[in-house]
């Protein structure tokens, strides 16, 4: 009997190397080791045996049981790791590009004039300056001259975080606190842009969203003028425009500035014919600016009687929606791959 089980245990790991698929050993395994296989059968002659040879017969019965178990079980994982490989490779997506370029995406149309707005800067002579959007109610307000009780406070509609004391940490309403960190950690002569994101609890709708983009410039030197501030801007709008587009400076009121200017420029669809889009006055309004408060300068430990210079601002994304004619800055928002496509 004990040959016999030599002889089982032989067969049934030959039968296992045997099987090709995980079904093939399931059968195989219920044939070898299941109520009524061939080692079921050996233990029910047990009783009929002498003691010593029951004790023998019975620990090979043993030793055959795990040979054969062992055999499965590695069998088993040889036959998964297969079919896991073969799911795999039916499964396989090919990632790769069909052609040189094809199907590439490319810059959205804010980013796209964001750049172009830095490069025409860094052309005039500024560097570029960033911030973080959670600010503190110190850099967006009190040190740019908006005190707590200031009525200006109404002019910007503050989305605040839940961190710190009550109102005293916010999301950034204007790219202006970079030009407070910028003269903070830098001696004049300052000459820099401030692009960025902003925010302000405003209701989307065709002209205003709660989310959107400012670039900013900041000089701080020495003998600045008001005439420098119009050069400036003067010269970026033909820079930018085009040289048929030219600037213009209306007064206006901004509590970190003084004198505050609003600019605007010939409209860019009419050049300043006169249009629907301009209102017939053949001019846009672009943004505001002005020469830096001296209570601005004081907050950030500049001697206003030694030291001077102007500001100016406005939206990135208006200036896209200028450019390419597009009349709704919430296209600019809901990336549909077809608009975004056009630019």
Known sequence: MIDDLHDLASAATARIEAASSLDDLRALEADLLGKKGRLAEVKKQLGGLEPDERRAVGQQVNDVRTTIETAVG????????????????????????????????????????????????????????????????????????????????GMWDTLYVDAGAPQTVLLRTHTSPVQIRVMQ?????????????????????????????????????????????????????????GGSIHSRLRPSYFPFTEPSAEYDINCVFCEGRGCRTCGQTGWLELGGCGMVHPNVLAAVGLDSETWSGFAFGFGIDRLALMRHGVDDIRELFTNDVRFLSEF
């Open 185 to 241: 950690r830098q001696e004049p002569p300052i000459y820099s842009v401030m692009p960025g994101r902003v925010y302000r609890r405003d209701t989307a709708d065709a002209s205003h969203m709660p989310v959107f983009h400012q670039i900013e410039g900041l000089v701080v030197d020495r003998g600045i003028s008001f005439a420098d501030l119009a050069g400036t801007l003067e010269a970026f709008t033909s820079a930018y425009f």
């Open 74 to 153: 590695a069998k088993r994982a040889e036959l998964e790791g297969e079919a896991r490989r073969a799911r795999l490779e039916a499964e396989r997506l090919d990632l790769t590009e069909l052609g040189p370029f094809r199907g590439r995406g490319h810059l959205h149309l804010v980013t796209q004039t964001q750049e172009r707005l830095e490069d025409v800067f860094v052309g005039l002579g500024f560097t570029v300056s960033e911030g973080p959007e959670v600010e503190t109610d110190w850099y967006n307000f009190e040190a740019l001259n908006i005190p707590p009780s200031h009525p200006a406070r």
